[in-house]
DNA sequence: GTAATTTGACCAGA
DNA sequence: TCTGGTCAAATTAC
């Protein structure tokens, strides 16, 4: 827990920095992009945030915001379309509809639920028929003044195992692989454009009782601060350059600092 | 022309 | 029968 704590603080840290780095580009109307900056706070304050709901798991509230809670292993009272049940679920509020999760996503429906005045909208991974990944997600507003928006996610992402892990590669026992190929290259700009928009975050997975982070890119952009990415020529994440978390301390895992 | 989204219909579980 | 989830044709965007 200390740990998870000290993560949570780093976290937090992290986001004050950044708003008073926002406050001194708002205040001094300069052409830096503040989109990242904004981005990276609201990131600081989930990532804290689901430190703290998974190491004190308490049932999902209403009311709260920003909050990713995990839904460990529960088991849906009804099969989907192929028969699969018990599927990982996963539930993330935030003020926004469009979280950035790192993958991408297809609206395959939209539909009226009985028990809210707002639609839910319905997402499966981009790359479900090609690389035969189940993951999906729906969408809905829970809340007005302010909007706070449910994303649950079902089952896991696979298409990026099945389309790119080596066969020596560890992904059985623990998943626990980092890959960023070439890490000293140095990226043309082509490639590496300055303070991209940030298209990625945190993806937060549960597996049985053991809580992981599974951080992963998923369109070749990363969550990166901007000093950073001016101090580090860093690879962007492609196909060949990804990794998988799941034991946060042996890699100092901070999603703010890629 | 192709890809993504929308939306009504359909299906399965409760 | 009701409801939530998915399908697939139609529509829209690029």
Redesign the pocket.
């Given at each position: 827990m200390s740990h998870g704590v000290d993560k949570a603080v780093e976290a937090l840290l992290r986001g004050q920095e950044s708003a008073y780095r926002l406050k001194t580009v708002l205040e001094h109307a300069s052409s830096v992009p503040t989109e990242p900056l904004f981005d990276t706070v609201l990131d600081s304050f989930s990532f804290a945030l689901s430190l703290f709901a998974s190491s004190n798991p308490q049932p999902h509230r209403e009311s709260s915001q920003n909050k990713a809670t995990p839904v460990v292993a529960r088991k849906s009272?009804?099969?989907?379309?192929?028969?699969e049940e018990g599927l990982e679920q996963y539930i993330q509020d935030s003020p926004t509809p469009f979280c950035n999760d790192g993958f991408s996503?297809?609206?395959?429906?939209?539909?009226?639920?009985?028990?809210?005045s707002h639609q839910?909208?319905?997402y499966?991974c981009?790359y479900a028929k090609d690389r035969n990944c189940n993951a999906?997600k729906?969408v809905q507003q829970i809340q007005n003044s302010p909007s706070v928006y449910r994303t649950?996610y079902?089952g896991k992402h696979i298409c990026e195992v099945n389309a790119f892990l080596q066969p020596n590669e560890d992904i059985i026992n623990g998943s626990k692989m980092i890959r960023f190929d070439k890490i000293d290259q140095v990226m043309p700009d082509s490639v590496m454009p300055q303070l991209v928009p940030v298209e990625q975050q945190e993806a937060i997975i549960i597996e049985g009782t053991d809580q992981i982070m599974n951080l992963e890119c998923g369109s070749n952009e990363f969550l990166v601060d901007d000093e950073q990415l001016w101090g580090y020529q860093f690879p962007r994440c492609s196909p060949g350059n990804f990794m998988f978390l799941d034991d946060l301390s042996e890699f100092d895992y901070n999603p703010f600092h890629v």
């Open positions: 009272p009804k099969k989907n379309s192929h028969g996503w297809r609206k395959y429906g939209q539909k009226k639920i009985k028990t809210s839910r909208c319905y499966r981009a999906t729906r649950t079902v």
